[in-house]
């Protein structure tokens, strides 16, 4: 069983920047690729950002891309979120997510163990 608690969420002016970390238990953190996700009131759950197991791959969705960045510490068994320029459209809760396997994905019936989730709010 994996657990995850992400922290860092809050609120923010528009171009302001957070970074958002995901903190896993278990023993094979490095061998499962992560994602985040993010929903939005009255809105379904959107791929944001994964990431490979090793850290060597990532993919984002069109619309943060350039602006967010993903990472992971496998010695600290911890993935991190940067998020710069933030728009009011980012607002949403933020989930993190982890696979059983090394590879990534952006859908999200192909994770396996999910986050409570942390609000961002972006102001305008």
């Known amino acids: 069983q994996v657990q995850l608690v992400e922290s860092g969420g809050g609120l923010v002016q528009a171009g302001g920047s957070l970074r958002l970390s995901c903190a896993a238990s278990g023993r094979t953190f490095s061998r499962s690729a992560m994602g985040w996700f993010r929903q939005a009131p009255g809105k379904e759950r959107e791929f944001v950002a994964t990431?490979?197991?090793?850290?060597?791959?990532?993919y984002y969705a069109t619309s943060v891309k350039g602006r967010f960045t993903t990472s992971r510490d496998n010695t600290k068994n911890t993935v991190f979120l940067q998020m710069n320029s933030l728009k009011p459209e980012d607002t949403a809760v933020y989930y993190c997510?982890?696979?059983?396997?090394?590879?990534?994905?952006?859908?999200?019936?192909?994770?396996?163990?999910w986050g409570q989730g942390t609000q961002v709010t972006v102001s305008s």
């Open positions: 997510a982890a696979r059983r396997t090394y590879g990534t994905s952006w859908t999200a019936n192909e994770y396996d163990y």
């Open positions: 990431i490979s197991g090793s850290g060597g791959s990532t």
